[in-house]
Protein backbone atom coordinates (compact mmCIF):
# COMPACT_ATOMS: atom_id res chain seq x y z
CA UNK A 1 0.00 0.00 0.00
CA UNK A 2 1.31 3.78 -1.20
CA UNK A 3 2.39 5.51 2.12
CA UNK A 4 2.71 9.12 2.08
CA UNK A 5 5.64 10.85 3.56
CA UNK A 6 5.47 14.75 4.31
CA UNK A 7 9.11 16.61 3.42
CA UNK A 8 9.37 20.38 4.26
CA UNK A 9 8.98 21.41 0.18
CA UNK A 10 8.49 23.32 -1.98
CA UNK A 11 10.47 21.08 -4.50
CA UNK A 12 13.79 20.88 -4.33
CA UNK A 13 14.74 21.20 -0.61
CA UNK A 14 17.46 18.88 0.98
CA UNK A 15 14.67 17.49 2.66
CA UNK A 16 13.25 16.22 -0.48
CA UNK A 17 16.75 14.54 -1.24
CA UNK A 18 17.01 13.04 2.18
CA UNK A 19 13.44 12.05 2.04
CA UNK A 20 14.18 10.11 -1.28
CA UNK A 21 17.18 8.47 -0.18
CA UNK A 22 16.05 6.85 2.86
CA UNK A 23 15.53 2.93 1.79
CA UNK A 24 11.83 2.97 2.63
CA UNK A 25 9.96 -0.28 1.27
CA UNK A 26 7.21 0.06 -0.79
CA UNK A 27 5.92 3.03 -3.15
CA UNK A 28 5.87 6.42 -1.79
CA UNK A 29 3.98 9.57 -2.28
CA UNK A 30 5.87 12.62 -1.37
CA UNK A 31 3.89 15.17 0.18
CA UNK A 32 5.75 18.74 0.30
CA UNK A 33 4.64 20.85 3.29
CA UNK A 34 5.39 24.50 3.81
CA UNK A 35 7.02 24.64 7.15
CA UNK A 36 9.20 22.04 9.27
CA UNK A 37 6.49 22.41 11.70
CA UNK A 38 3.50 21.21 9.28
CA UNK A 39 5.35 18.47 7.89
CA UNK A 40 5.07 17.34 12.03
CA UNK A 41 1.44 18.46 12.30
CA UNK A 42 0.88 16.18 9.08
CA UNK A 43 1.77 13.28 10.15
CA UNK A 44 0.88 13.91 13.93
CA UNK A 45 -2.98 14.60 12.46
CA UNK A 46 -2.94 11.41 9.81
CA UNK A 47 -2.33 13.10 6.55
CA UNK A 48 0.85 11.09 5.92
CA UNK A 49 2.10 8.38 7.48
CA UNK A 50 5.76 9.25 7.22
CA UNK A 51 7.45 12.60 7.79
CA UNK A 52 10.94 13.94 7.57
CA UNK A 53 12.92 16.60 9.47
CA UNK A 54 16.01 18.21 9.91
CA UNK A 55 17.56 17.99 13.02
CA UNK A 56 20.89 18.96 13.28
CA UNK A 57 23.39 20.78 10.92
CA UNK A 58 27.03 20.19 11.69
CA UNK A 59 27.83 23.94 11.09
CA UNK A 60 24.74 25.62 12.54
CA UNK A 61 23.63 22.93 15.33
CA UNK A 62 20.13 21.65 16.20
CA UNK A 63 16.89 22.95 14.18
CA UNK A 64 15.55 24.06 17.48
CA UNK A 65 11.82 23.96 15.56
CA UNK A 66 12.36 20.38 15.04
CA UNK A 67 13.28 19.75 18.66
CA UNK A 68 10.77 21.87 20.49
CA UNK A 69 7.90 20.70 18.02
CA UNK A 70 8.58 16.87 19.31
CA UNK A 71 9.20 17.20 22.68
CA UNK A 72 6.82 20.02 23.53
CA UNK A 73 3.73 19.10 20.70
CA UNK A 74 3.83 16.16 18.89
CA UNK A 75 4.33 12.10 20.32
CA UNK A 76 6.44 10.86 17.45
CA UNK A 77 8.99 8.14 17.34
CA UNK A 78 12.21 8.61 15.17
CA UNK A 79 12.30 5.35 13.07
CA UNK A 80 15.30 6.76 11.30
CA UNK A 81 18.19 8.56 10.88
CA UNK A 82 20.32 9.75 7.88
CA UNK A 83 22.89 12.55 7.44
CA UNK A 84 22.96 14.41 4.09
CA UNK A 85 26.26 15.93 2.64
CA UNK A 86 24.94 19.61 2.20
CA UNK A 87 26.43 21.82 -0.55
CA UNK A 88 25.24 25.33 -1.18
CA UNK A 89 24.46 27.22 -4.52
CA UNK A 90 23.99 30.85 -5.21
CA UNK A 91 21.52 30.73 -7.61
CA UNK A 92 20.02 33.74 -9.57
CA UNK A 93 17.36 34.10 -12.29
CA UNK A 94 18.18 32.98 -16.00
CA UNK A 95 19.30 36.35 -18.00
CA UNK A 96 20.96 36.65 -21.13
CA UNK A 97 23.76 38.39 -19.62
CA UNK A 98 25.08 37.52 -16.50
CA UNK A 99 24.06 39.07 -12.76
CA UNK A 100 27.52 40.52 -11.46
CA UNK A 101 27.84 40.16 -7.87
CA UNK A 102 27.95 44.11 -7.46
CA UNK A 103 24.31 44.20 -8.87
CA UNK A 104 22.91 41.30 -6.77
CA UNK A 105 20.96 43.64 -4.25
CA UNK A 106 19.13 40.91 -2.17
CA UNK A 107 19.82 36.87 -0.88
CA UNK A 108 16.91 34.57 0.46
CA UNK A 109 17.19 31.51 1.83
CA UNK A 110 16.20 29.48 4.92
CA UNK A 111 17.47 30.82 7.96
CA UNK A 112 20.14 28.26 8.60
CA UNK A 113 21.45 28.27 4.76
CA UNK A 114 22.87 32.14 5.20
CA UNK A 115 25.06 31.14 8.15
CA UNK A 116 26.26 28.44 6.57
CA UNK A 117 27.94 30.79 3.86
CA UNK A 118 28.50 33.89 5.93
CA UNK A 119 32.28 34.14 4.85
CA UNK A 120 31.30 33.66 1.11
CA UNK A 121 28.41 36.69 1.73
CA UNK A 122 30.83 38.37 3.91
CA UNK A 123 33.32 38.57 1.18
CA UNK A 124 31.27 38.95 -2.25
CA UNK A 125 28.02 40.21 -1.50
CA UNK A 126 29.01 42.20 2.05
CA UNK A 127 26.13 44.89 0.45
CA UNK A 128 23.15 42.51 -0.22
CA UNK A 129 20.16 42.71 2.29
CA UNK A 130 19.14 39.02 3.46
CA UNK A 131 16.11 37.89 3.72
CA UNK A 132 15.28 34.43 5.62
CA UNK A 133 11.90 32.07 4.03
CA UNK A 134 10.46 28.80 5.15
CA UNK A 135 13.03 26.74 2.98
CA UNK A 136 16.14 26.64 0.37
CA UNK A 137 13.55 25.76 -2.27
CA UNK A 138 10.83 28.47 -1.25
CA UNK A 139 14.10 30.87 -1.83
CA UNK A 140 14.60 29.80 -5.18
CA UNK A 141 11.08 29.93 -6.32
CA UNK A 142 10.29 33.59 -5.07
CA UNK A 143 13.81 34.56 -7.30
CA UNK A 144 12.49 32.47 -10.27
CA UNK A 145 8.92 34.23 -10.58
CA UNK A 146 10.46 37.87 -10.23
CA UNK A 147 13.48 37.93 -12.55
CA UNK A 148 13.21 41.40 -13.12
CA UNK A 149 14.67 42.11 -9.49
CA UNK A 150 18.48 41.63 -9.04
CA UNK A 151 17.65 38.84 -6.38
CA UNK A 152 19.48 35.92 -5.47
CA UNK A 153 18.71 32.75 -3.53
CA UNK A 154 20.93 30.09 -1.93
CA UNK A 155 19.71 26.87 -2.57
CA UNK A 156 19.93 23.27 -3.46
CA UNK A 157 21.83 21.93 -6.78
CA UNK A 158 18.65 20.94 -7.62
CA UNK A 159 17.17 24.02 -7.83
CA UNK A 160 18.38 25.03 -11.08
CA UNK A 161 16.64 21.85 -12.99
CA UNK A 162 13.45 22.68 -11.01
CA UNK A 163 13.09 26.92 -12.09
CA UNK A 164 14.10 28.58 -14.23
CA UNK A 165 17.56 29.95 -12.77
CA UNK A 166 21.28 29.37 -13.26
CA UNK A 167 23.93 29.40 -10.97
CA UNK A 168 25.85 32.16 -10.05
CA UNK A 169 28.26 30.71 -7.80
CA UNK A 170 28.28 26.53 -6.67
CA UNK A 171 29.77 25.42 -3.43
CA UNK A 172 29.46 28.66 -1.14
CA UNK A 173 29.60 27.43 1.99
CA UNK A 174 31.94 27.96 4.28
CA UNK A 175 33.03 24.46 5.43
CA UNK A 176 33.16 21.42 3.14
CA UNK A 177 32.30 19.37 6.01
CA UNK A 178 29.22 20.32 6.25
CA UNK A 179 25.82 17.84 7.12
CA UNK A 180 22.43 17.89 8.22
CA UNK A 181 21.24 14.83 9.98
CA UNK A 182 17.21 14.19 9.33
CA UNK A 183 14.97 11.98 11.01
CA UNK A 184 12.46 9.96 10.26
CA UNK A 185 8.94 10.25 11.87
CA UNK A 186 5.85 8.25 12.42
CA UNK A 187 3.22 6.94 14.53
CA UNK A 188 3.63 3.53 13.55
CA UNK A 189 6.50 1.11 13.00
CA UNK A 190 8.39 0.78 9.63
CA UNK A 191 10.19 -2.35 8.53
CA UNK A 192 13.51 -1.04 7.28
CA UNK A 193 16.52 -2.61 6.14
CA UNK A 194 19.90 -3.44 9.08
CA UNK A 195 21.57 -0.97 9.30
CA UNK A 196 25.54 -1.19 11.13
CA UNK A 197 24.80 1.97 13.29
CA UNK A 198 22.05 2.39 15.62
CA UNK A 199 21.36 4.80 17.85
CA UNK A 200 19.15 5.47 21.04
CA UNK A 201 18.00 9.33 21.84
CA UNK A 202 16.10 9.95 24.85
CA UNK A 203 14.61 13.16 26.62
CA UNK A 204 15.68 13.01 30.37
CA UNK A 205 14.08 15.95 33.13
CA UNK A 206 16.57 16.52 36.49
CA UNK A 207 14.95 16.71 40.00
CA UNK A 208 14.95 20.25 40.91
CA UNK A 209 16.31 19.52 44.53
CA UNK A 210 19.16 17.45 43.51
CA UNK A 211 22.37 19.07 43.48
CA UNK A 212 25.04 17.11 40.70
CA UNK A 213 22.06 15.54 38.99
CA UNK A 214 23.17 15.21 35.61
CA UNK A 215 27.06 14.06 36.96
CA UNK A 216 24.89 10.82 38.35
CA UNK A 217 23.21 10.49 34.58
CA UNK A 218 26.29 10.64 32.86
CA UNK A 219 28.01 8.19 35.35
CA UNK A 220 25.41 5.54 34.99
CA UNK A 221 26.28 5.25 31.29
CA UNK A 222 30.10 6.25 32.14
CA UNK A 223 30.50 2.97 34.07
CA UNK A 224 29.05 0.57 31.94
CA UNK A 225 30.74 2.15 29.14
CA UNK A 226 27.95 2.71 26.94
CA UNK A 227 29.16 5.84 24.91
CA UNK A 228 26.98 8.66 24.16
CA UNK A 229 27.22 11.11 20.79
CA UNK A 230 25.63 14.27 21.50
CA UNK A 231 24.41 15.69 25.27
CA UNK A 232 22.17 18.80 24.86
CA UNK A 233 19.67 21.12 26.72
CA UNK A 234 16.53 22.72 25.88
CA UNK A 235 14.28 24.79 27.68
CA UNK A 236 11.44 23.24 29.76
CA UNK A 237 9.29 26.59 28.99
CA UNK A 238 8.64 26.30 31.98
CA UNK A 239 10.71 29.29 33.98
CA UNK A 240 14.25 30.00 33.73
CA UNK A 241 17.00 27.75 34.41
CA UNK A 242 14.93 25.21 33.83
CA UNK A 243 15.93 22.84 31.37
CA UNK A 244 15.47 19.23 29.53
CA UNK A 245 18.79 17.14 28.12
CA UNK A 246 18.53 15.61 25.34
CA UNK A 247 20.75 12.29 24.98
CA UNK A 248 22.12 10.50 22.03
CA UNK A 249 23.56 7.28 22.98
CA UNK A 250 25.33 5.15 20.60
CA UNK A 251 23.64 1.79 20.51
CA UNK A 252 20.06 0.40 20.20
CA UNK A 253 17.93 -0.48 22.60
CA UNK A 254 18.82 -3.20 24.57
CA UNK A 255 17.36 -6.54 27.43
CA UNK A 256 20.33 -5.28 30.40
CA UNK A 257 22.80 -1.96 30.10
CA UNK A 258 20.30 0.80 29.06
CA UNK A 259 17.70 -0.47 31.55
CA UNK A 260 19.78 -1.01 33.97
CA UNK A 261 21.23 3.02 33.36
CA UNK A 262 17.76 3.57 33.08
CA UNK A 263 16.81 2.29 36.01
CA UNK A 264 19.66 3.74 38.30
CA UNK A 265 18.78 7.39 36.57
CA UNK A 266 15.48 6.88 37.70
CA UNK A 267 16.70 6.22 41.08
CA UNK A 268 17.63 9.58 41.64
CA UNK A 269 14.70 10.90 40.81
CA UNK A 270 14.98 11.74 36.79
CA UNK A 271 12.21 11.46 34.47
CA UNK A 272 13.11 9.96 31.39
CA UNK A 273 11.79 9.93 27.85
CA UNK A 274 12.37 7.69 25.11
CA UNK A 275 12.06 9.74 21.71
CA UNK A 276 13.53 6.68 19.72
CA UNK A 277 15.78 3.60 18.96
CA UNK A 278 16.46 3.37 15.14
CA UNK A 279 18.87 2.54 12.28
CA UNK A 280 21.22 5.38 10.82
CA UNK A 281 21.71 5.42 7.36
CA UNK A 282 23.97 6.86 4.58
CA UNK A 283 23.06 8.92 1.52
CA UNK A 284 22.73 7.11 -1.30
CA UNK A 285 22.35 9.69 -4.66
CA UNK A 286 19.94 8.48 -6.95
CA UNK A 287 18.58 9.66 -10.43
CA UNK A 288 15.23 9.80 -9.50
CA UNK A 289 15.91 12.52 -6.93
CA UNK A 290 15.35 14.75 -9.92
CA UNK A 291 11.68 13.76 -10.83
CA UNK A 292 8.49 13.06 -8.39
Known amino acids: MEKKLAFLGPRGTFSEEAARSLPIPGQIDYLPQPTIIDVL ?31 HQVDL ?27 ITKILSHPHAIPQCHKFIKEFLPHAALETVSSTAKAAQIV ?20 PLQFARQNIEDFPNNYTRFVLVSKQPVE ?28 AFAWRKINLSRIESRPTKRGLGSYYFIIDI ?13 AEIEAI ?5 QLGTYPLFTYQHKSEHQTV
Not at 79 to 103: D, G, M, N, T, Y
Open 144 to 163: SEHPEETWAAIGTKLTPEIY
Open 41 to 71: EAVWNDKAELGIVPMENSIEGTVNSTMDWLI
Open 269 to 273: GCEIR
Open 250 to 262: EQRMDDVLLPGAF
Open 77 to 103: PILAELALPISQHLVVAKREEPLPFEK
Open 192 to 219: LPPSDKEKTTILITLPEDFPGALYQVLA
